[in-house]
């Protein structure tokens, strides 16, 4: 089964003083493109994050914004130290610049390192296991499990509407094929007539003609390129129930049936040719565009 690369995912986890959302967005990439917003202070978890996305997600980009919000301190400690040392600082600048303002309370408390949170996990905590990062992770994955289950989804319904178009063009395959012996002959006593009128001055050996007939006939032969598109077809088919990352080979076998239809619209001025290889050429370009989504 083929898996979309759009999908998306949220989870929100709660426990006693703390919370956490995550948000999971999927596109359309060339590669694995992994981008995670979160909190500096957990910046840390970044790394284990993006595996976490690798080990379930083969392409795509994926953009992961996680919120926190941390227990409400039960009691804080005021440090003086680093308070005196930020008024003194300003007091020093406010001298040197000519500047009357002084720093007021609340800009005071607000400053990193002035209010401390005896409940606060250290940086040095969260990345020894502790405090809040088997939350975070678990949110991550609850999100992850959505997102995947939005991919398979999309991509059962990109795998219906291409089998549809499968059907179609393996028809259209085997209407050309039918029409081969008919467009050959045609082209044989076009090029025949043709011939006669131009040389109808000039005594030809009809063994001669004949070879030369047959020998410009077979350049206009699309047998062999009617049965490179049966086998695309077959491997495509393949590819769709294999499913895991086949998006890139997907598209460059489309890229192959484009090509040979090209080549057997060149090859022959059958009207009926003409219009099944134009036929095709549509389909194909409707798969292409559906397999830009497949991871």
Do not use: W
């Not at 607000?110 to 502790?130: D, I, T």
């Not at 008919?182 to 003609?209: F, T």
């Not at 088919?237 to 080549?263: I, Y």
């Amino acid at each position: 089964m083929i898996k979309s690369m759009t999908g998306y995912g949220t989870a929100s986890l709660q426990k006693e003083g703390a919370a956490v959302s995550v948000e999971i967005r999927t596109g359309n990439h060339r590669f694995f493109d992994p981008h995670v917003r979160l909190a500096r202070e957990y910046g840390f978890l970044e790394t284990e994050i993006s595996q976490l996305l690798r080990d379930a997600i083969r392409r795509g980009r994926v953009d992961v914004t996680i919120s926190l919000q941390a227990s409400i301190p039960s009691e804080c400690l005021i440090s003086a130290d680093t308070a005196r040392a930020y008024m003194a600082a300003a007091t020093r600048m406010g001298r040197e610049l000519q500047l009357a303002e002084s720093l007021d309370l609340k800009t005071l408390l607000s400053l990193p390192g002035v209010v401390l949170n005896q409940n606060s996990p250290s940086v040095e905590q969260e990345k020894a296991g502790l405090g809040m990062k088997d939350f975070v992770l678990a949110g991550v994955r609850q999100a992850l499990g959505t997102v995947l289950q939005m991919r398979r989804q999309e991509g059962q319904a990109l795998e219906t509407e291409m089998a549809a178009y499968l059907r179609s063009i393996r028809d259209k395959v085997e209407a050309v094929r039918a029409c081969m012996p008919a467009a050959l002959q045609e082209y044989q006593q076009k090029l025949d007539e043709r011939l006669k009128h131009l040389l109808q001055q000039v005594a030809l050996d009809p063994q001669r003609l004949a070879q030369e007939v047959a020998i410009l006939a077979e350049k206009t032969d699309i047998s062999e390129e009617i049965t490179r598109l049966e086998s695309h077809l077959d491997q495509y088919e393949g590819m769709m129930n294999e499913g895991s990352e086949a998006g890139k080979r997907m598209d460059f076998l489309l890229q192959e049936m484009h090509r040979e239809v090209n080549t057997v619209l060149s090859k022959t001025g059958h009207l009926e040719v003409t219009r099944l290889g134009i036929a095709l050429k549509a389909d194909i370009e409707k798969m292409r565009e559906q397999v830009q989504n497949v991871e």
